[in-house]
């Protein structure tokens, strides 16, 4: 079955719509993050575009939610997002109505009018109580560095942070346990109204990667981020390998619990979003109300 929704349109009429789950990857480097700004180029400005010229202008930009808001340069390799289309909408596509079902059908037409450093890889009815952002139980990040004993490849420079000394990625692994668990990240988080900064950090693996010209690959896996975390937590692990912290330092910094005194945020280019995670269609409603409730430091207590 069809996740359908009723959809509210200028805040007066409430439309059938049914809910579709995108599936698409882009280059960061050129767009300024996700969320569409006046007059700048940004990755949900562009989607919105392309469905504009095959389903027609949406003044609720067709209920668009993302599960993964990235940054200006940040890169996607798995991104998700929903939309939600009217039975008018979908009657625009004619006798290929019914090619909906398929999950290229989509896909192909969005791609042919997107550029290339935006890809549409499917296109899906959504399972009942999918919600792109809300439905998401983890989502993991990768970072890359060419360190002082990596190759230099100019064709990956866009999504690598090149460092010329050679850091110590035991000493920055044994660092990286220090922030693993349930914590309040503000020191390591630039804060947002309305939002909490506590996150479960579940994984951070620093690996050099020989196969990839022993670049270090640092990835994170948690049940959200917040706004500048994980490249916030590279910078400190990047410190680290540099010896100019120890794991001591970034314990303190955590326990903090402040933005003062913080580490560099490093460059964006090096950030790629890997992977988004779901639990099975049975549970995907009731994740989606859990992770509405705003946390509180009593969970941390617990």
């Known amino acids: 079955m069809n996740e359908s929704v009723d ?11 049914t809910r579709f789950r995108i599936g698409f990857s882009y280059d960061g480097t050129d767009f300024f993050g996700w969320a569409k700004q006046p007059g700048l180029r940004t990755v949900q400005g562009e989607l919105l575009a392309a469905l504009t010229v095959i389903f027609g202008e949406d003044p609720d930009d067709f209920g668009i939610r993302v599960a993964g808001r990235t940054d200006a340069g940040v890169h996607a390799l798995n991104q998700q997002a929903h939309i939600e289309l009217t039975e008018q909408q979908l009657d625009r596509l004619g006798r290929n109505r019914t090619d909906i079902q398929n999950p290229k059908f989509l896909a192909d037409r969005l791609n042919r009018i997107l550029s ?9 009815p959504a399972a009942p109580g999918f919600d792109a ?18 190759g230099q490849n100019p064709l990956e420079s866009r999504f690598t942070l090149h460092v010329f000394q050679t850091l110590d990625t035991l000493a920055m692994q044994a660092a990286a346990l220090e922030v693993l668990g349930l914590h309040d990240f503000a020191s390591f988080c630039r804060p947002r109204p309305g939002s909490t900064t506590i996150r479960e950090l579940r994984e ?8 990839a010209g022993n670049v270090i690959e640092i990835e994170l896996l948690a049940d959200a981020f917040c706004h500048n975390m994980v490249r916030s937590i590279v910078g400190a692990l990047i410190a680290v390998g540099k010896g100019q912290a120890t794991s001591a330092d970034i314990r303190a910094t955590l326990e903090r619990a402040s933005r003062t005194e913080s580490y560099r945020v490093v460059a964006a280019k090096g ?3 890997v992977e988004i995670g779901y639990p099975a269609d049975n549970l995907l409603a009731s994740q989606a109300e859990l992770a509405k409730n705003l946390r509180s430091h ?5």
Do not use: C, P, W
């Open 7 to 17: 959809r509210e349109v200028d805040g007066l009429v409430r439309l059938t719509a």
């Open 116 to 124: 290339e450093d935006l890809r549409v890889h499917t296109v899906t």
């Open 133 to 150: 952002r809300f439905s998401a139980i983890f989502r993991r990040y990768r970072y890359r560095i060419a360190d002082g004993l990596a």
């Open 204 to 211: 951070v693996n620093v690996v050099r990667n020989q196969a």
């Open 271 to 273: 950030l790629t979003l």
């Open 298 to 302: 009593d969970e941390l207590e617990a």
